[in-house]
Each structure stands twice: as C-alpha cells, then as structure tokens.
C-alpha cells in the first residue's frame, strides 16, 4: 500500500470570530530529497542560499502572536524551503521576478547563479506542491468568509539588511518594517493600524523593497471582502544576519504583531462592513 505523502503546509486554527489568517510562506529550511538532487548546488552553497532566501523565524513570530493576543488569529504555515516552490508567485508569465530566474520555481539563486539545471520542466513540483497550496489557501480564505464575512491576510515575511542582487528594488529605502500593500486588498484602515502597531522601531516604509502582498487568485482583483497586507521585517531587528539565532527583539515583534490583529479583529466585529473605510 503507497501512503499519500503528507501535507508539506499546515494551516492552524485560531478563534472562530477571528477574521485575520497569518500567512507564512517563506519560514523553512525543508528541501525533499527528490528536489535536492534537482539543485546543481553542493552542500555548502546550498547552506548559504538558505541563509539568504529563507524568512528565518517568522514561523516562531507568527507563533508567538497568536499566543500573546486576545483572539488567536489562524495560521498558514509552509513546511517547505521557497527553494522547492515559491506560494507567493504567479505560476505563469505574469511574474515579474521570472526576469531574475525567481518564478514559482527558481532556476537561479540570491546572487544570479544557476540553481537548477538549464531546460528543466518546472510542472512536476507545480503540480506536486504549487497548486495544492493555493488550493488549500483559498479554501482557508473562504473559511474565513463563511465565518465572518471578512478575511484578512496578513503575510508574514523578514529580508535582510544588506541588498542582495536578486531584488528587483535592492536600490530602495530598507526601512526597519517594509509595509507592502495592493491597491485593491489593502484598505486605508488596515495600514494605518499596521504603521501604528510597528511604529516603535525605528519607523515604518511603504513597498520597499519589497511592494505588493498575498491574495489567493480566486480573489484577487474581485472581492473586496478580503483584505491584505504584507509585512516585511528588516532582519537585524530580531536576528543574527544570515540565518542565525533568533534575538529579544523577535517577542516584541511579536507583541506588535498581536496588537495588530487585535485591533482588526475588534474593528471587524465592532464595525462590520463600515470597517473597509474606517478600522
């Protein structure tokens, strides 16, 4: 008998009035054996590559949030490395950072190496892995609709102090919170709280260096239920650069982090469909 390979993502529930879902797409280090033979790095660079493309600790942060907040919001946590497939891309030509060899499967490294070999068919791990995670996100959202008429996506990322030659806006301010929005997803009230909430590190920047945020595609540009927000947090605020121990900074992070969704999930109960101007 073959047994189902098990899920490689996880989505951990919170309160049932909880509107907000914490999406954590880039935390992991997991690369199946199967894709690491794909890689043409050796072990040592492949090491370094994970250092530098890996969110290190926002699992533990979005963790934390949710045991330090009033109303526990869900959670959507990748199991795997972003080397294996990344969630957050378009999975067609609509992606901008294919232009860097960054689609939803990377045929080049932080620093414009090659990382698979040239000609490979990116559809085995579309299949495998890019595509049940949409699909089990987008139920999530829906989850969250069906309960209480919202749904609040707030990705949770970090990027390093220093550029790396890969990021198509490397040249840009590197505030110690990057705030990345969508005209459509992300509504006035929902930044404003975010720029409050992580007001106390040194300040707040808008979509750089890193612009946009997460929306499953059956959603995006359609419903304006689902709100968004993308939350980039410069690494030398809570860790050793690259890759290392997590620092004292990560639970105050942490402690924002709630407070933000404690303040939505109480402006969406509170305020119900006025909160898409107002919260």
Not at 251 to 279: H, M
């Amino acid at each position: 008998m073959v047994r189902p390979e098990p899920l490689p993502f996880r989505l951990v529930p919170g309160a049932a009035v909880s509107p907000v879902l914490l999406h954590v797409p880039h935390s992991s280090r997991v690369v199946p054996q199967h894709v690491r033979d794909a890689l043409v790095l050796d072990d040592a660079a492949l090491a370094a590559e994970l250092d530098h493309i890996t969110d290190a600790h926002t699992a533990e942060l979005a963790a934390r949030a949710c045991g330090t907040g009033a109303v526990p919001p869900w959670r959507f946590v990748n199991g795997l490395s972003r080397l294996v497939v990344d969630p957050e891309r378009f999975p067609d030509d609509r992606e901008e950072m294919l232009a860097v060899g960054m689609g939803a499967v990377y045929t080049r490294t932080t620093h414009g190496e090659p990382l698979r070999a040239p000609g490979e068919d990116p559809r085995p791990l579309l299949d495998r892995y890019f595509h049940p995670y949409a699909r089990a996100m987008t139920a999530a959202v829906d989850e969250r609709l069906a309960a209480t008429g919202r749904a609040i996506v707030i990705d949770v990322h970090s990027y390093p102090s220093a550029a790396l030659p890969y990021e198509l806006l490397g040249a840009g301010p590197r505030p110690p919170v990057c705030l990345g929005t969508d005209g459509f997803h992300t509504p006035p009230g929902l930044l404003a709280r975010a720029e409050a909430a992580f007001a106390g590190f040194g300040g707040t920047g808008l979509n750089s260096p890193f612009p946009g945020t997460y929306v499953p595609l059956k959603h995006y540009g359609k419903d304006r239920r689902v709100s968004a927000l993308m939350i980039e947090i410069r690494r030398d605020l809570y860790m050793a650069e690259p890759g290392g121990p997590a620092g004292p900074g990560l639970d105050a992070l942490a402690s924002a982090l709630a407070a933000l969704v404690d303040g939505l999930t109480e402006g969406v109960r509170a305020q119900g469909p006025a909160w898409r101007t107002s919260a």
